[in-house]
């Protein structure tokens, strides 16, 4: 049995007894998520590419996207999970403002929605899985993501590791939701089958596409595959394209 010895004269420690007054967060984690959104500059090529404000006060729609983003990394799965960030002191001196209510985040995404697009869906009988356009503000969204592709690339060259190489990994992966307006995959369950393009060697989606359930990942991957190419920066080498879809 080990000699029983003080508790500071096993650890370079010093405890303090005194309380501490500073704000204390177990969520505090997120705010080296939110230091790389902001150092990538996406704020602004939100700003630039998705103005869908009517109001100039109220949340802006970087820190909209910004507290979606740190919901889906803390597990968040619907507006309603965005109380996993609110009352969170530590959190909003961070962030330098409160994360919005479940109502605001609804009313942001309903934003991406456009309902005379659904006018375009054939009926059954004559096609079964079709493929919507992306509304206006969702093709934004790519626009945002191309900007975003270029930054880090600019990041790779600035550390010396220019990328050369761009090899496109494509699928479909299959997203289970049991809303009533989602259709059957291949699996029998319910969901939707999203579309994915991601540069390998960098380690990044590049461009996706909202997909049914019922699509399946071979229909139609050209349109995704034309996005990839798009978000990809300029350069003046030959660029490699490898896909997969199953």
Known sequence: ????????????????ERPLHEATSPQAGLLAISRVYRSLAIPGLVAANLP?????RGFTEAQLI??????QSVGGECPEDIHLLSKDAC??????YAPPKATAVREFLERFHNRELEKLRPER??????????????????EVQRGCVGRIAKLYEKQGQPQRIATIDQDATIIESHKQAAYYHYE????????????????L??????????VPAK?????????????????DYPTVFSGTSS
Request: hydrophobic share 45%; glycine share 6%; proline share 7%.
């Open 1 to 16: 049995m080990s000699a029983r010895l003080p508790l500071l004269h096993k650890t370079p420690f010093v405890l303090d």
């Open 52 to 56: 869908l404000r009517k109001r100039q």
């Open 66 to 71: 910004e507290s979606m983003v740190l919901l």
């Open 91 to 96: 959190l909003e001196r961070g962030l330098g």
């Open 125 to 142: 009988e004559v096609q079964k899985s079709f493929i919507f356009p992306s509304s206006v503000p969702v093709a934004a969204l790519q």
């Open 188 to 203: 029998e369950g319910r969901g939707y089958q999203p579309m994915v393009a991601v540069w390998a060697e960098a380690d």
């Open 205 to 214: 989606v590049v461009a996706d596409e909202f997909r049914d359930g019922n």
């Open 219 to 235: 229909q139609a991957p050209l349109t995704c595959a034309k996005l990839a190419f798009a978000a990809l920066p300029e350069n």
